[in-house]
């Protein structure tokens, strides 16, 4: 799910950019206000999601934005001015993770910003030898610019982060005249908004550790379920054991691999529900070909050999034939189905009992609740 919304995140904003290059020249034109409110509402949601990126990339859009009578009046032809918002764009986009806010690196971004503001004001008076250097067309150099964060696409993590990418294209889109500027500032106000606003359904619905969906998604499903629906609940057997032996890191690679498995069960949809329990919905199939489902992903939980990746060999092992020994984790099932005038809460009760009575019977197997 992570994956597709991810890709999702690239392909829209990609996509509407493409196609507003092919829009007829217009005097369309975005009242001042309704730019500024459109900029500081991404703004703001980048603060509440510590998307510190994202902060300082619109922080520079925002102040343009304001209108004349409240504004900077910033000149962006002035000599260097354009230069050093994109030398500012493109520091912030070489940067990833969140850090203290008065962090030397964020206080850099506010000097290079503080200089971009100090030129575009007219402040720093440029020698004459060098005007000639500050009108060199930028597009090349944006290019450029655009291109070298794309190679710590693995560091960003989240993918809001995207959305303080999309002021950095923009500009390389101003260099070949994409489009009207009207619409790339408004382009650029609404995508940026679309990956934090992706961003924010990510932490809601999203399991961070396992990378299924999550209970919250659960729930939401469960409530817009049609009639007679399945709930399989899945609980990790001995899970603390795990924990216990061979540490917390372990017991994630754990969770990781029950997750990966379960979400290949035929005909259902995976989800975790905390903890070691997961949960599996059925739409429309019939009990056997629940219980054949469920019984196929059993085998294959107790078949699958674990060798966990955070079991770190000692320094003294190193170079040697490792010995380390396979993993083999079982899993035990409690399946409900749903009956007319019982809500998902009553479901998920029954199944929960089911699931206490497979881990009576001994574990390792799948109870229907009758």
Not at 71 to 76: E, W
Not at 155 to 170: E, K, V
Not at 180 to 186: E, F, K, S, T
Request: charged fraction near 20%; hydrophobic fraction near 50%; charge should be positive.
């Amino acid at each position: 799910m992570k994956l597709q919304l991810a890709i999702l995140n690239i392909v829209i904003p990609l996509s509407t950019l493409i196609a507003i290059g092919f829009l007829p020249d217009s005097s369309f034109l975005l009242p001042d206000y309704v730019s500024t409110a459109l900029i500081a509402f991404t703004f703001g949601r980048a603060f509440l999601l510590v998307q510190q990126q994202t902060v300082f990339s619109v922080l520079p859009m925002l102040i343009l934005s304001l209108p004349e009578s409240v504004g900077l009046g910033l000149n962006m032809a002035a000599p260097f001015a354009l230069y050093f918002f994109l030398l500012y764009l493109w520091l912030v986009n070489l940067q990833w993770g969140q850090r203290p806010w008065l962090h030397p690196l964020h206080l850099m971004n506010f000097v290079v910003l503080g200089v971009f503001i100090a030129l575009a004001k007219g402040w720093f008076k440029v020698p004459a030898a060098w005007v000639e250097f500050a009108y060199y067309p930028i597009l090349w150099p944006s290019v450029l610019f655009a291109l070298t964060p794309l190679l710590f696409l693995r560091f960003w993590g989240r993918i809001g982060r995207w959305s303080s990418y999309w002021p950095l294209l923009m500009i390389v889109a101003v260099g070949i005249k994409w489009s009207d500027d009207n619409y790339l500032y408004l382009w650029v106000a609404l995508v940026s908004l679309f990956s934090l606003t992706l961003d924010s359904y990510v932490m809601s619905f999203v399991d961070e550790l396992t990378g299924i969906m999550g209970r919250r998604a659960l729930e939401f499903k469960l409530k817009t379920q049609g009639k007679h629906y399945f709930v399989a609940m899945v609980d990790v057997d001995h899970f603390k054991n795990f924990n216990d032996t061979y540490g917390h890191q372990v017991g994630d690679d754990v969770l990781k691999m029950i997750a990966k498995l379960i979400s290949q069960t035929r005909g259902a949809k995976a989800y975790r529900y905390g903890g070691e329990e997961f949960c599996l919905v059925f739409n429309k199939q019939t009990q056997e070909e629940v219980r054949q489902a469920l019984e196929d992903t059993r085998k294959r939980i107790a078949d699958y050999a674990l060798y966990p990746k955070s079991l770190v060999r000692k320094k003294s092992k190193r170079g040697q034939k490792s010995k380390q020994k396979a993993l083999h984790i079982t899993a035990s099932f409690g399946v409900a189905q749903q009956h007319s005038g019982q809500n998902y809460e009553q479901v998920i009760e029954r199944a929960d009992k089911a699931l206490y009575k497979a881990k009576q019977s001994g574990r390792n197997c799948c109870v229907f609740s009758k």
